[in-house]
């Protein structure tokens, strides 16, 4: 018998391994080299990954005074909020002012609009440039509850202001030659930019009914929807290339999700790393760094 022969067992442990490695070694080319942007998908959170917005959280003090709290410190006191005092900033912090996430609703929708414009850029922000830049489909996975569409004009401004190293004219360019755009109209380049972010997903979690004190199974469902579309779009345009026999062989597609609050980036990675067909790599942003989940824990 084959297999009890113990060089029969080693060459077959042997291709098992190299292929995992093989495996492994293809995605990590797709990530460093960037060379198939149609195979490559981005989520990012937004607060504190890719920008440093001002907008304040209200709590409430032990003298009944409201105390705005940044998102940064928010992602590190959350799960102490209401469950014991602390201090903070000179306050005794004893749970939430009324309607605490009053800014980051549709009530702050203005206030978005106006603070992307000015705000500092976060850690995740040159992976932003790099998916715009070439046209790669991404989406935004966000607490906050604003209306969509204003997270999506946002962006268009900024796309449009070449903010922070985004280049127009590159996306432009890319979107072109990837997306084959071209072929369904003339499309002036105005045009291009909003068909692309058309394409593009907006999930701000807690607009509606979701709660933005457990954001986490929000942004899950939300990834759960963004990877069903990213599977559909991506064996779409391997069809399109298929029949136009451009591409012979069949490339995984795959997505990059970057957020600075470590429970989101846990849940997330521990929900979808389960299943087989996963297609979910994580990052993690506190401290203003980027670094693969995997790479820390
Ligand atoms: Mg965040």
């Keep these: 018998m084959g297999v009890s022969n113990p060089h029969f067992l080693f060459y077959h442990i042997f291709i098992i391994m190299n292929h995992k490695i093989i495996t492994r070694q293809i995605i990590k080319e797709i990530i460093d080299e960037n060379r198939t942007p149609v195979m490559k998908y981005y989520a990012f959170d937004w607060d504190d990954n890719l920008m440093f917005m001002p907008t304040k959280i209200y709590l409430k003090d032990d003298k009944g005074k409201s105390v705005g709290m940044s998102t940064e410190d928010f992602a590190e006191y959350r799960t102490e909020i209401g469950e014991k005092d602390f201090n903070y900033e000179g306050h005794t912090i004893v749970g939430f002012d009324e309607d605490p996430f009053r800014d980051f609703r549709v009530t702050g929708d203005k206030k978005f609009l106006s603070d992307s414009k000015s705000a500092k850029i976060g ?56 997306r084959q755009l071209a072929d369904e109209d003339k499309l002036t380049k105005d045009q291009l930019i909003k068909t692309y972010l058309d394409m593009c997903r907006f999930y701000p979690v807690s607009f509606g009914e979701g709660s933005a004190t457990n954001p986490e199974q929000g942004k899950i469902d939300a990834m759960e929807e963004f990877i069903r579309y990213v599977k559909l779009i991506s064996h779409n345009l391997q069809k399109k290339a298929f029949m ?48 693969l989940y995997e790479d820390i824990y």
């Excluded at 070439?134 to 401004?157: L, M």
């Excluded at 957020?259 to 067909?277: A, L, W």
């Excluded at 996963?278 to 670094?291: A, D, F, R, V």
Aim: aromatic share 10%; proline share 4%; no cysteine.
């Design 244 to 291: 136009k026999n451009k591409i012979s062989n069949y490339f995984t597609p795959f997505v990059g999700f970057s957020d600075d609050d470590v429970r989101n980036v846990e849940k997330m990675k521990s929900h979808f790393e389960k299943k087989d067909d996963n297609i979910l790599q994580t990052y993690l942003t506190s401290g203003g760094e980027k670094k």
């Design 123 to 178: 850690p995740a922000w040159p992976d932003f440039v790099e998916a715009i830049n070439n046209g790669s489909i991404f989406s935004i996975i966000t607490a906050r509850g604003h209306t969509p569409s204003i997270i999506k004009k946002a962006v268009y401004d900024l796309i449009k202001k070449n903010a922070h190293g985004i280049d127009s004219n590159k996306l432009a360019k890319n979107l072109l030659k990837y």
